[in-house]
């Protein structure tokens, strides 16, 4: 069958009213808690991902795609509005947006995200449909030692992606995959690292990895801070359309942003906030109005959103075809597909074929449901940026705590005559270890990928040596595995060049704009 039918039968699945109200309350939740500040699409995830554990797995990843997108769109009020980007991605969004804010022109500032965030995300999910059958079909020739170059090719890209520093990168990664060995052996049987601990042998539950230190650890270092300095929401005034002006100024800019973020997102280690450093110097280039520039060009808001969301659609390629993160958010998404036992990768196309492009066409249906909801509760949105810090905090400590319980936190020791969770002591010692990471400035998106990837790797590693007899020169004898590895070369070299190239472009108006 080809694209257009199988998009078409996924359309069909995702229309159901099942699965429509799924996708309204992923989109819904997405949004609300993405646009509260400080908490950028990651976090969002990582946190709601326990209330999608009892659905079916269809219901699941339908409502896993709308609180992703919503989780992107939700940043983009934040910005505007507090001058408080959630993630690296947002940070050209407050750039000009908040200078918008500021201005009296809040409303057409959120107007050209939302319709700039549909715009990328209809275009980029529809590239996606169409880009990943090609890539299932060349991955479905890969053998065991190819499938280790893939992971080589992800550990180097996650390493050298993720921070400031590739050592530190590397450091996080490793704590990742020591984890990933804790448990049962599946090949020989034998328990490692269990300590005794019976509750050890089934491994460490990626969920609750993911939502300690995401939620948890972030709290922490929330309630650290020494700084707690009053932020000013800004009101929206005016009307929140658009004018005819700031229509002809907006739609290059979304296509534009559109192009330029699809294909950086799909990049192994391309991240969304290349594309929107990338946008921003194409449309001070291209503008009609530079003199604008650092002080609330709509198309400073236009091109950037629109890479942001692109590139949000553009990370699922890798992911879902070749099951490779390429950013934070990604990683968690993997942890949400491993939940229900299906690991991303071209056999994920063979096998569940049905799930895989109904989750595709989930994301056209929360996109429209996104644009339908956004505009006419941007009110709601910005009561929702007034909620003081501590109950915020104190909120998501509650809500990652009921979620793990609900997930996967049975009763199963007992302190004295008190009974409690092994999980949730699990969720504490993972919350601490990621306030850690953050007070000494290690990522924490390897710690998660290490802890997915690192047994699967060995499995593969250990299947190519088995085919070998010992012989590790197996591992370099596939045309494909060069490929990967030069791959993995270039992923770590064209990214940085990428990134100092963008980033300075942004910085050098910056610093324009101040003198």
């Known amino acids: 069958m080809d694209t257009f039918g199988l998009l078409a039968d996924g359309l069909l699945a995702a229309l159901q009213a099942q699965n429509l ?30 209330v999608t554990y009892r659905l079916d797995p269809t219901g699941s990843l339908i409502m896993f795609a709308g609180i992703y997108y919503g989780g992107m769109y939700g940043g983009s009020t934040t910005s505007i509005l507090l001058n408080t980007p959630g993630e690296s991605a947002s940070i050209v969004t407050a750039l000009e947006g908040n200078k918008m ?91 490692r690292l269990a300590f005794g601990i ?62 330029i973020g699809f294909p950086i997102g799909a990049m192994p280690a391309g991240g969304a906030e290349i594309g929107t450093f990338f946008s921003y110097a194409a449309e001070r280039k291209l503008s009609r109005h530079p003199e604008e520039f650092g002080q609330g060009a709509i198309e400073g808001v236009a091109g950037p959103e629109a890479a942001n969301n692109a590139s949000a ?28 036992g299906l690991q991303p990768g071209p056999l994920l196309f063979a096998n569940n074929a049905p799930l895989v492009w109904s989750l595709v066409a989930s994301l056209l249906v929360a996109n429209f449901m996104l644009l339908v909801l956004n ?23 509650t809500f990652a705590t009921l979620g793990t319980l609900g997930a996967n936190g049975a009763m199963s020791g007992r302190l004295g005559p008190i009974p409690f969770s092994f999980e949730l002591l699990i969720l504490l010692a993972f919350g601490f270890l990621g306030f850690g990471l953050r007070r000494f ?64 472009a942004v910085l050098q108006q910056m610093a324009s704009d101040e003198d």
Do not use: N
Not at 313 to 339: D, E, K, N, R, W
Not at 449 to 467: D, H, N
Not at 475 to 503: D, H, N, Q, W
């Open 198 to 259: 019976p509750d050890l042998l089934d491994g460490i539950e990626v969920t609750t990895l993911a939502v300690a230190l995401f939620a948890i650890g972030e709290t922490l270092a929330i309630a650290s801070s020494r700084t707690h300095l009053k932020e000013e929401v800004l009101a929206v005034k005016g009307s929140v359309w658009m004018t005819l002006d700031d229509w002809k100024r907006s739609w290059p800019a979304w296509l534009r942003g559109t192009f």
């Open 313 to 340: 659609a553009g990370t699922l390629v890798p992911l879902l075809t070749l099951g490779l993160p390429t950013s934070a958010t990604a990683a968690i998404m993997l942890a949400g597909f491993q939940q229900f």
């Open 375 to 397: 505009l006419p509760l941007i009110g709601l949105w910005v009561k929702l940026l007034t909620i003081p810090k501590p109950w915020l905090y104190a909120g998501i400590l």
């Open 21 to 50: 109200l799924y996708a309204l309350i992923g989109v819904t939740l997405g949004t609300a808690v993405g646009v509260l500040p400080g908490i950028g699409p990651a976090l969002t995830v990582a946190l709601l991902l326990p």
């Open 101 to 191: 804010a500021r201005k009296g022109r809040g409303g057409p500032a959120l107007a050209t995200a939302a319709i700039g965030s549909f715009v990328a995300g209809l275009i980029a999910t529809l590239a996606l449909a169409f880009v990943a059958p090609w890539v299932v079909k060349a991955a479905l020739a890969f053998g065991p030692a190819d499938y280790f170059a893939l992971m080589v090719l992800a550990f180097v890209t996650v390493s050298a992606a993720f921070g400031d520093s590739a050592l530190r990168g590397v450091t996080a990664l490793f704590i990742g995959l020591g984890l990933g060995v804790i448990g049962i052996d599946l090949q020989t049987g034998q328990a």
């Open 441 to 504: 400035g290690y990522p924490i998106a390897p710690v998660v990928i290490g802890l997915i990837l690192g047994p699967l790797s060995e499995q593969q590693l250990r299947r190519a040596l088995a085919i070998s007899q010992g012989d590790p020169s197996v591992l370099i004898a596939s045309p494909i595995a060069i490929t990967l590895y030069v791959i993995a070369a270039m992923a770590v070299l064209i990214p940085l060049y990428f990134r100092l190239r963008g980033k300075g």
